[in-house]
C-alpha cells in the first residue's frame, strides 16, 4: 500500500519565521508558541495560518484480548461507548471547552448491542481482538480491512470540514497492546515500555511485562512489516487509528495525537507511510513509558504535560486552545518596526 504524503510549505515556514522575529517581543520570546505557529503556517502553507473553527475527535472504541491486565473489567469498553453517546465522558466535557465535536466509532467492541445508533457501527471489524500473549490480535485481512475504516473515518470528517483532527481510543487492555506496539516497532524489552495504564499495582505490572514479553516471543520474525505487526501484535483500533492518521497526513490535516494510544499507531502508521509524521503534533505527555519512546522516535515534543491517563482523546484536546494561541500570535500581534 502507497501514499502520497504531501510535505508542509518550506517557504511559509520561513515566511513564518521571518515575521516571528519581527513581533513585537524579544526575538524567540514566545519560545514554544512561535515553534507552534510556523509549523501551522507550513502546513496550511499561509502566513498567518488559517483559524481552526473546526475541531473533531474521532474514539475508536474496541476490545482487546489481553484486557485481564487492566485494572478495569472489559466491560466498560461498552459502556463507555454509552457515556461518550450521551455526552459525559471526560473528552466530551473538554472538548465542549475549546468546541471540538466528538465522535465515537465502535470498531471491535465485545458487545451484544442493538440501540446504538447505525453510524456507530458502520465501521466494526471484529469483536474484540486476539490475546496477543497466546495468538495473534488479528485474523488476515483484517489489519488492513481496520486501517481502511480509520482511513474513511478520516476521509468522512475531513470532507465534512474538519480542520484539525484527534484520534481517541477507548479500550481495557489497550495499553499493553500500545507496549507491545512500541517495543516490536523500536526493539525494546518489555520491561522497558510497560507501564501501569489505568492502575495496576506492582503484581499487575509484572503480569503485564511477562504477557508483552511473551507476544515479543511469539511474533519474532514477523514484525517488520506493519501490517503484520498490526496483525500479530495491535488490535483492530490499532490498525483503524494508523489508518485515520495517515489518511489525515495524505490530505494535508493537521492531527493532535492524544496519549499512549495514538502515539504507539503513530509509529506503526509511520512505517507505512513515512513522511505522515510532518502532519501530526503530539498534544500532550502520557505517563505510559511506551508513549515517550514513541514520540520520541517520531521527532515529536508533547506540548503540555499534565500527567493525564485518561485517553480518549483528552490530552490532546487540552492542547488545542495553544495551537490557537500560536496562530494568534502571528495573526494578530504588532510589529516592532511600529515601535515609536
Ligand atoms: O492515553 C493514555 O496515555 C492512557 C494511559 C492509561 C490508560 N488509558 C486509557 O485506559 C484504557 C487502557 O488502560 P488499561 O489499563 O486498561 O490498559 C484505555 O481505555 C485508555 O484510553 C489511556
Ligand atoms: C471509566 C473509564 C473511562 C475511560 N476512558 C478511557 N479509558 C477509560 C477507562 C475507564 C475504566
Redesign the pocket.
Known sequence: MRFTIPVPDAAAHAAARERLDGLVKPVGSLGRLEELAAWLSAAHGCVPPRPLTDVRVVVFAGDHGVSALS??PRE?TGA?VRVFLAGH??VNVLAEQVGARVRVADIAVDWDVSDVPASVLAHKIRRGSGSIDVEDALLPGEALRAFEAGLSLADEEISTGADLLIPG????GNTAVCAALVAASLGLPAAEVVGAG?GVDSAGLARKVEAVSAALARAAGRVEDPFERLTALGSACAAATAGFLVQAAARAVPVLLDGVFSGAAALVARDIAPGAERWWLAGHRSTEPSQAFALKALGLEPILDLGLR???GSGAVQAVPTLRAARAILADMGLLADLT
Open positions: 485494572a478495569y466498560v463507555m465522558s471526560g481510543d477507548m479500550g481495557i489505568t485518561l485517553g480518549e
